[in-house]
């Protein structure tokens, strides 16, 4: 039975099993093709877009797309766009294009194509160092997104386009203080959550959070509540995960005193350089984990300037294998 002789329920069908690439292989071949291809719904594993300015003319941006395995650049400045492809893991220079219309646009209306209902879903999406909004009518839906550096107040737009309901979430903006793109209540994440801005949260609201894997800092936050999220991270933590928590700096604070649960069995270690207001030391025992994680902790705190940045995670033994040099002495 051939391909064409396919009911179209069939084909549908067998369109779910194919990669992206494979699908646009098929998209070209006929009209009925692209229709059958356009009406099954395609939710690739990653959907990465880098953007890296030429090293010829600050104007000029090449922005990648990837696809799964596949890959686009865009390539331009003002209204002319060149548009590469890769099949393979090769580009191809047949299915090059050079297009009258700014380089953006393009990318907007690739993207347009790529979703189903005004919806792009994926597993991963990764925005890197972009200077552009993304398209006004899409929404975008992923369990992990990480997305570094995005530009020109830009990142706030990008963020009201996606759905709030992520596993893990990376948020890595150039200016902190700015807009982030929605508030704490309209955010879900069950995981891990990594923002380098305030989120503007209070106490309650960090014991809240189902992310077990932490990095965010808040104003609101007091040491106290620090202190109870430090237990929780402990009682709750798996393995791999990270506490890391950036609140206001209290008066005379004392690390032993005032942010170290009285239960745990811990050891100062003296640093080299370390200065009064440091505090770091190995968690031993004093703390139960409900994942069974019993492995010795890493505990940090300290003090930069109005804040207090308080971090924990498993320790690790260094792989580095300890070299011993021999020592020379000269007489004369």
């Known amino acids: 039975m051939s391909w064409p002789t396919l009911t179209v329920r069939l084909q549908q069908k067998v369109i779910r099993y194919l990669d992206y690439e494979s699908r646009c292989n098929l998209r070209i071949c006929s009209k009925d093709d692209k229709d059958s291809v356009d009406s099954v719904k395609f939710n690739p594993k990653t959907l990465m877009l880098y953007e890296i300015t030429s090293d010829m003319s600050e104007e000029k941006t090449i922005v990648r797309m990837q696809i799964d395995t596949f890959k686009m650049w865009f390539i331009g400045k003002n209204n002319i766009t060149k548009v590469d492809k890769s099949w393979n893991g090769e580009l191809v220079d047949e299915?090059?294009?050079?297009?009258?219309?700014n380089r953006y646009d393009v990318i907007r209306r690739y993207l347009t194509r790529m979703s189903l209902d005004g919806i792009i879903q994926a597993e991963s999406i990764k925005l890197d160092d972009l200077s552009f909004s993304p398209p006004e009518t899409l929404k975008f839906k992923c369990d992990n997104l990480?997305?570094?550096?995005?530009?020109?107040?830009?990142?706030?737009?990008?963020?009201k386009q996606f759905i709030l309901e992520f596993k893990n979430l990376t948020i890595i903006k150039y200016h902190p203080h700015e807009d982030i793109g929605?508030?704490?209540?309209?955010l879900k994440v069950s995981n891990s959550l990594n923002l380098n801005c305030d989120i503007g949260i209070t106490d309650k609201d960090l014991l809240e959070i189902k992310a077990t894997s932490l990095n965010i800092s808040s104003q609101l936050i007091t040491v106290e509540g620090a202190k109870k999220a430090l237990e929780r991270f402990l009682k709750r933590g798996k393995k791999t995960d990270t506490f890391v928590l950036e609140i206001r700096r209290p008066e005379n604070f004392n690390a032993q005193e005032h942010i170290i649960p009285k239960s745990l069995v811990i050891r100062k270690i003296i640093r080299r350089g370390e200065t009064e207001d440091e505090y770091y030391g190995k968690i031993f025992r004093g703390f139960e984990n409900e994942n069974g994680v019993q492995d010795v902790r890493d505990f940090n705190s300290s003090l930069m300037g109005d804040k207090l940045i308080v971090s924990c995670s498993v320790y690790e033994k260094s792989e580095t294998p300890c070299q011993l040099y021999p020592f020379y002495y000269s007489y004369g």
């Open 182 to 186: 929605f508030t704490y209540s309209e």
């Open 146 to 159: 990480e997305a570094s550096y995005i530009g020109n107040n830009h990142d706030a737009l990008w963020m």
């Open 95 to 101: 299915l090059s294009e050079l297009k009258q219309e």
